[in-house]
């Protein structure tokens, strides 16, 4: 009968510590599914294959051939972390103000768009460690500041100031022109074209972009600056939560610093105007 009872007891305590173990791993398996399944998840992009990568048209980040075709830095870049990744990259066009709310609603699982890492920035996303740097250079109309004799004379009521929407430019240039009216756009093209027909005096942006309005408005507009209003250093956008996908982009970024590949892309596209043969003229 004791012999019995006690089979009996350890049988009940076997199913009953089963029985937990399995209610234990339950929640567990469900949040490992969930997070599979989770669009913008590292996980989810193996699975599906395809990469939906977030740009914006800033040349020479992302620009379109006359063709529609789209070129880039940035277009280079998501290229061959797509292919490391084994997958196939889907590219999403955003004006600026608009990539971050794509991402945080998972519309793209990532950003390669030359974004400047900020502190405020990383308040909605998480970055990986930078793959590019810049700095914020200005470009100015010369029919309109021929008398000015230095950037202090940009700062006053009766100038104006153009940057792109809610870029490191416009905040810097809120900063540095209080006096001045800050006139935004939502593109460079139209910000190029602003100042390079006289309709604005200057345009802070970030380098090369000052450099190849120069180059291409020559008698047009200039670079006053000797040195870069600020230095700037770029990361990949992605959702808070998914460490993998970060350790995964860190890792891409430090291999092909290694192996010198971003640096000979960089070179290409921001110090030579080869690019111009196949993606046609900046603007």
């Known amino acids: 009968m004791n012999t019995h009872q006690s089979f009996c007891r ?7 510590g089963l029985v937990g173990w399995f209610f234990l791993q339950l929640p567990m398996a469900v949040a490992e599914t969930t997070a599979k399944a989770l669009p913008g998840s590292l996980n989810s992009v193996i699975e599906k294959g395809t990469i939906r990568v977030g740009v914006s048209l800033f040349t020479p980040w992302t620009l379109k051939t006359k063709k529609g075709k789209l070129v880039g830095f940035e277009i280079d870049v998501a290229k061959q972390l797509a292919k490391d990744l084994g997958v196939k990259p889907e590219f999403h066009v955003f004006e600026w103000e608009d990539i971050v709310p794509a991402i945080l609603n998972r519309k793209i699982d990532i950003i390669a768009g030359g ?3 900020t502190p405020q920035r990383a308040l909605k996303v998480n970055f990986s460690q930078p793959y590019a740097s810049s700095g914020v250079g200005l470009v ?11 950037i202090k004379d940009l700062n006053g009521p009766n100038v104006i100031i153009t940057a792109v929407k809610d870029t490191v430019s416009d905040a810097l240039a809120r900063r540095v022109f209080p006096q001045s009216t ?9 910000a190029i074209k602003a100042v390079t027909t006289g309709k604005v005096h200057g345009y802070v942006e970030l380098n090369p972009i000052p450099t190849f309005a120069v180059l291409n408005h020559p008698g047009m507009v200039d670079e006053p ?3 870069p209003l600020l230095t700037t250093k770029a ?7 998914d460490p993998d996908f970060l350790n995964f982009l860190n890792a891409w970024i430090i291999s092909h610093e290694a192996d010198t590949w971003l640096a000979s892309a960089h070179k290409y596209w921001f110090d030579s105007l080869d690019w111009q043969k196949e993606a046609g003229k900046a603007p």
């Open 225 to 227: 600056l000797s040195k």
């Open 182 to 190: 800050i006139k935004i756009f939502s593109s460079s093209q139209e």
């Open 140 to 150: 100015t109309n010369i029919a309109l500041t021929k008398k000015f004799t230095g």
């Open 10 to 16: 350890m049988f009940l305590f076997c199913i009953t």
């Open 235 to 241: 990361g990949f956008a992605i959702n808070k939560g």
């Open 115 to 117: 974004m400047v890492i």
